[in-house]
């Protein structure tokens, strides 16, 4: 380990494979839901699923960085035509939002990641 604190350079690179693994499965759910029909909304929002999974499976300093991953996917794929920027944005933030303080009230609620083996977590899981 390095003395200045740094993370070991296998811990940078097993970061960065996650990474890269989250805004593979965050682009094809964001595809995915994004195929409906404009006059219809997607029955789940499945982008929001691997981002609340992505933020309960990673240790709280590393939650920037899968808030901010998908942004790149949110602005410029799969954008309708004559959608406005600000809608994309507002769009953004509020599925930040809401699985950031999924993740919160859930980890907060299991004293860490919960691991879905009782019915109670199940439950707050679901309720959350």
């Not at 693994?21 to 195929?35: G, K, N, P």
């Not at 909304?41 to 499945?46: D, E, V």
């Not at 929001?48 to 709280?60: E, G, Q």
Request: hydrophobic share 50%.
């Amino acid at each position: 380990m390095d003395i200045r604190g740094a993370e070991p350079r296998e811990t940078l690179g097993r970061t960065l494979l996650q990474l890269l693994v989250f805004e593979v499965a965050y682009y094809l759910a964001y595809r995915s839901s994004m195929s409906f029909h404009t006059a219809t909304s997607a029955p789940l929002w499945l982008p929001d699923a691997i981002l609340l999974s992505a933020l309960l499976l990673t240790p709280r300093r590393k939650w920037w960085l899968f808030l901010l991953a998908p942004i790149p996917v949110r602005l410029f794929v799969e954008v309708p035509p004559g959608v406005p920027y600000l809608l994309l944005a507002i769009s953004f933030v509020n599925d930040s939002l809401k699985a950031l303080l999924g993740a919160y009230i859930l980890t907060r609620l299991n004293n860490g990641t919960p691991k879905l083996g009782t019915i109670r977590e199940l439950f707050q899981f679901f309720l959350i």
